[in-house]
């Protein structure tokens, strides 16, 4: 799973392949905080290169689901204002 979108990074070449490098949960403060990477394309993820870019997306409050799976946490990360109109890889 991952998520489609191009978003222009500091070196000028815009990452368009971005998918989930670490989830961290706090079950008692009920938060997820994802890691996630951006790479030139699929392809460039899948011969092992190295992303163009990284970022992390907090969910809390009414967002939080406790335990949620990759689709699920996919779904609420194409809801945040950076990830608007991405779509599912």
Do not use: C
Request: aromatic share 12%.
């Amino acid at each position: 799973m991952a998520l489609l979108k191009s978003i222009d990074t500091e070196y000028g070449i815009p990452a368009t392949y971005w998918n989930i490098g670490a989830i961290q949960e706090d079950f008692k403060g009920q938060g997820t905080e994802i890691t996630f990477y951006g790479y030139a394309s699929q392809q460039a993820r899948e011969q092992g290169k190295q992303p163009l870019s990284a970022g992390k997306v907090q969910i809390s409050g009414n967002e939080y689901v406790a335990g949620a799976d990759r689709a699920q946490l996919y779904a609420i990360i194409k809801q945040k204002p950076e990830f608007d109109g991405a779509v599912d890889a």
